[in-house]
């Protein structure tokens, strides 16, 4: 399933623009899709002036190699993926050395078994307010709730959904 069909979208669109309404004003979300049907770029336009940007890159066989994201006049943060011989996602991690590093681990059967995030830089970045995980499986994914200098390791079931993840000083088992 292409990008374009998981938003809903039939047919070859190419651009997408979304306008939401809220009381303090509107916000205007343009996306635009490869003709292959992938997601290059997503802009928000916010009604204090504001923008935001997504930008991805992929390879030729498809897979995605970078996402490039930036605010109205600050520069870009970009996070580059890397694949094992199997085309599977091995790690992504921030270009600049200095963040977030995720690895991925697979099963005998190529399943996702587990995710582990390393990141103290990362993890005092989220601590400050600059990103708020919704829920424990975003806190987890995202580092939140580690030990400068530690790592957070989930574990994923069959169906590649979260079986035990870190939950304060404890692990959350499911």
Do not use: H
């Amino acid at each position: 399933m292409t990008d374009r069909e998981e938003a809903g979208l039939r047919g070859s669109v190419r651009i997408c623009v979304e306008e939401t309404t809220y009381p303090t004003g509107k916000s205007l979300t343009t996306t635009e899709y490869g003709p292959d049907g992938r997601l290059l770029t997503t802009r928000a336009s916010n009604s204090d002036g504001s923008e935001c940007f997504t930008t991805k890159t992929y390879e030729a066989d498809g897979r995605l190699v970078k996402t490039s994201s930036a605010k109205s006049g600050e520069p870009a943060t970009e996070t580059l993926y890397a694949y094992d011989e199997a085309g599977r996602l091995k790690e992504s991690r921030d270009a600049d050395g200095e963040g977030n590093l995720t690895g991925y681990r697979y099963d005998q059967q190529g399943r996702k078994s587990e995710i582990k995030t390393f990141a103290p830089e990362v993890i005092e970045r989220y601590r400050k307010g600059v990103l708020v995980a919704g829920s424990l499986w975003d806190a987890a994914q995202r580092g939140i709730g580690a030990l400068k200098g530690g790592s957070v390791t989930t574990l994923i079931d069959e169906r590649d959904l979260p079986i035990e993840f870190p939950c304060g000083q404890k692990s959350q088992t499911y």
